[in-house]
């Protein structure tokens, strides 16, 4: 006879490698999307960002002595480095990717007592770093060039922009939070550093300079609902999220729409569709309970916005995601489900009471 | 009828279609049956018969000890063939005080008393009988009925809702009551209704056994009773969360149902119940599911209690092949079987012999904080919180979260992506602080006695010390006596 098992004797077909999967597949149209948009060098990135977190992440954990297989197996590794490989400029050099990969699943991750012990959003932090340390490489947007087109680099080409950073003259281009914000310190407004730059439509396809991920605003929400729907994730964060970025956008822009973009702007530029999906729902780093999700996510909204129109950088995601992660202990100590026969402070309900 | 909303739980794979469609059978009587002196929540039942009487079925051999306790009775008739210790239905393979009868093929039944009307009976009556027949919760809860009785009583029950929520995967016997024999449970929801004095009766039935609600439906027609079909989720059965969906109301974490008004039995018991105020018989047998993907003829049998698991396995064909896993019970509550040799109890509901597959096991891998238990538990505490605390070391931040609330059920485990064994975690707390309190009513005894015997030495020192002195004034009020006495003596003389 075996070890004596504990009830409950059936278990939901679920684990962590199927979990992490279907957040890799729910990734996969966005990302192919932006192999197309960007072709070769995109690729490339994308490439080494998730060799360079798989070799790391199982180098340290032989390093500690524990058995490598099932870390490396939970894919937790994997889908950290796409994420962070969707947020880079696709003609980023190789280092990177590497640098960001290694920084994300080592430091971030693993020296905090690996999956699910870090405090922060191990991509988020990785992108936070790379920004920071490498100001000119990670703002160096390119305009879309689609696989097949004139513009677009061969495959020789491409490995020598990725591995030997070479630049395309002619391709480089600002994204459109950096260039509404250069155009404000110039002292021109929205209806005229907008005019002839900014179409809703080309945002939502992704027809615009910008991360590999970010683009694809369209793609990333579908995948966002097929998590949803696969119950991988609540709605909860996200729509949180997408309201405190729209109502704080909605008023001001409402009061003075020279000076405050829209709602439509915000949501469908930058990271907000990534980060309202894929990023504040890593489970890790965000509350627990669904109230404490919601605060979670229209704080981090509020705090996107509010970085994006009176902050230094032009965009605020990373930035608004790394303040709550450090907030969700907070918010978990406070907010608690409420427990059956019991008021929310935790005493017993009075007969006869209504709840 | 409008339901309410309930927290949490889970949809597991039901596996009732193995069962479900199987009518009742009657298990042939086995050769010896093992009949365990405590098979309900209380003190355990004293033997009263000893090894060689000649006994009937139905007839008392162990008797209620105590205000919460139970009777138990032959299942059969025959010889009582030991009285001793027998393996039980546990984990590790304990054993328990068991009295093992030898059949003797008869099945005679020991004379009854029939009631002709038993609405003719007081209320006093039918709880006497209801105890006298060794009836418990037969939902699980193994909770001796009479003594439930006469607290709703006490407490001016408003409400009786009767159990029909079977959420157990697989087990289906409820199930197949209900179906067979629909009109006796009626009979005896309304027996109790008569003796708590209820105004409203509900039974409230999942809506995935169309069949059991139509059956009760239609034996309910025209009498005071109910039927409600209520949504099908695990857990349903759990007796406060049918009183939240059919009254909206909660019982207080401190208290019982008694205190909101509301009485809850199972559907097997108010057929029990039936059973012990018309005929006067005891509870002897029950209805038992034998499931899981190794069964070769999975079913529901009627089945003696003392019956060994094994002799139902082999009724039911035997094993298709190895199991993986036997359990007792369900398999979100059940608890795993070391071997198939012990006897089926009141609160057995089902026998499982479930393959690998079925079972699902997955080494545990870190936790995520996904929450997902979070969600799913209908209690509304924080079991991957409670886990941690509980891992680290420190049981008391796992009560302060409500560990103590917790039921058990198994939602949080069932759905970790990591494959925590949750429920263990909070079982082994559960038990730390048991030993922890008993240690420390132990230790205040002790320190209690110790006082006492300090006191008691400082007391007899005392009395010593008094009695010394007393005897020392004594004597020498004695002397003194003695000396004036001579010293009159003197001067008389001179």
Request: proline residues 6%; charged residues 15%.
């Amino acid at each position: 006879m075996n070890k004596i098992a504990h009830s409950p004797h059936a278990h939901a077909p679920i684990s962590i490698s199927k979990v992490m999967g279907t957040v890799m597949l729910a990734l996969a149209p966005a990302t192919l999307f932006g192999f197309w948009l960007y072709g070769w060098p995109a690729i490339n990135l994308w490439a080494v960002s998730l060799v360079a977190a798989i070799v790391g992440e199982a180098l340290v954990v032989y390093w500690q002595g524990r058995a490598v297989r099932p870390v490396l197996f939970d894919g937790s590794g994997i889908l950290t480095s796409w994420l962070l490989a969707l947020s880079l400029p696709p003609f980023a050099p190789w280092w990177i990717g590497v640098l960001g990969s290694l920084f994300a699943v080592v430091i971030c991750k693993q020296v905090f007592g690996g999956l699910g012990q870090n405090v922060f959003n191990p991509a988020m932090a990785a992108r936070v770093m790379l920004l920071i340390s490498f100001p000119l490489e990670m703002t160096n947007w390119i305009v879309p060039a689609p696989l097949g087109s004139a513009h677009a680099p061969g495959l020789l080409e491409s490995l020598r922009i990725t591995f030997l950073s070479q630049h395309l003259d002619g391709m480089a281009s600002a994204s459109l939070l950096g260039h509404v914000k250069t155009e404000f310190t110039r002292g021109i407004g929205l209806d005229q550093s907008l005019a002839g730059y900014y179409a809703p439509l080309h945002s939502l396809v992704g027809e615009r300079a910008g991360s590999l991920g970010e683009t694809a605003a369209v793609l990333l929400l579908l995948g966002g609902l097929y998590l949803i729907a696969r119950r991988i994730i609540t709605w909860h964060a996200p729509v949180a999220m997408l309201l405190g970025i729209a109502i704080p956008a909605l008023i001001f822009n409402l009061i003075d729409s020279n000076h405050y973009a829209g709602p439509i702007y915000h949501l469908l530029s930058g990271g907000v569709i990534l980060g309202a999906f894929f990023i504040i729902t890593d489970p890790v780093t965000s509350p627990n309970t669904t109230a404490g999700q919601l605060i979670f996510g229209f704080s981090c909204g509020l705090l996107t916005w509010i970085i994006r129109t009176w902050g230094g950088y032009p965009e605020g995601v990373a930035f608004a995601v790394m303040l709550m992660n450090a907030a969700t202990p907070i918010i978990d100590y406070y907010v608690k489900p409420r427990i059956y026969g019991r008021d929310r402070k935790g005493v017993s309900l009075s007969a006869g009471k209504e709840s | 009828m409008k339901l309410f909303k309930l927290r949490g739980g889970v949809h597991p794979e039901s596996r009732k279609e193995l069962a479900a469609d199987r009518a009742i059978r009657v298990l042939p009587m086995p050769e010896y049956l093992y009949v365990p002196l405590l098979q309900h929540v209380g003190a355990p039942a004293q033997p009263i018969v000893n090894v060689g009487d000649k006994v009937l079925k139905g007839q008392l051999i162990g008797a209620s000890q105590g205000v919460i306790s139970a009777p138990v009775h032959a299942p059969t008739s025959g010889i009582i063939a030991a009285i001793g210790e027998y393996p039980a239905a546990h984990p590790s393979g304990l054993t328990a005080p068991t009295i093992t009868i030898k059949a003797d093929g008869e099945d005679r039944w020991l004379e009854t008393a029939e009631v002709e009307n038993p609405f003719s009976l007081t209320a006093d009556e039918i709880s006497t009988r209801v105890a006298a027949a060794g009836i418990v919760g037969l939902g699980g809860a193994t909770f001796p009925s009479a003594v439930k009785l006469n607290l709703s009583r006490k407490n001016n029950v408003r409400t009786l809702i009767i159990n029909g929520g079977e959420c157990e995967p697989y087990i289906t016997c409820d199930d197949r009551l209900m179906r067979e024999r629909a009109a006796e449970i009626i009979e005896g929801v309304r027996l109790i209704r008569y003796a708590v004095g209820a105004e409203d009766v509900m039974v409230g039935i999942e809506e995935n056994k169309p069949a059991a609600l139509a059956a009760m439906s239609a034996a309910a027609k025209n009498t005071e009773v109910k039927v409600i079909a209520v949504p099908a989720m695990y857990p349903m059965g759990w007796d406060k969360q049918m009183i939240k969906a059919l009254t909206g109301l909660e019982v207080p974490a401190d208290g019982r149902t008694a205190d909101i008004g509301v009485l809850v039995h199972n559907v097997a018991t108010a057929y029990a119940v039936r059973d012990a105020v018309r005929f006067g018989r005891p509870l002897v047998s029950r209805l038992v599911t034998v499931s899981g993907g190794s069964i070769a003829e999975p079913g529901n049998l009627e089945v003696p209690i003392g019956t060994l698991v094994e002799t139902l396995f082999d009724f039911c064909g035997g094993f298709r092949d190895k199991p993986a896993r036997m359990v007792l019970g369900g398999p979100m509550m059940g608890i795993q079987l070391a071997t198939a040799a012990v006897p089926i109890v009141k609160g057995s509901s089902g026998v499982l012999a479930l393959t690998a597959g079925e079972i699902g096991k997955v080494d545990p891998s870190p936790c995520i904080r996904c929450s997902s238990c979070v969600r799913a538990c209908p209690v509304g505490l924080l079991p991957l919180d409670m886990a941690a605390h509980i891992r680290a070391g420190d049981s008391a931040a796992a009560v302060a979260l409500g560990l103590k609330d917790c039921i058990a059920c198994g939602c949080c485990s069932f759905v970790c992506p990591s494959h925590i064994p949750l429920v263990h975690y909070f079982n082994f707390a559960k038990g730390e602080l048991m030993e922890q309190e008993r240690v420390k009513l132990k230790q205040e005894s002790t320190k209690k006695l110790a006082e006492a015997r300090s006191e008691r030495i400082a007391r007899i020192e005392r009395e010593r010390a008094e009695a010394a002195a007393r005897r020392k004034a004594a004597r020498e009020a004695k002397e003194r006596a003695a000396k004036e006495a001579a010293a009159k003596a003197a001067t008389e003389t001179a």
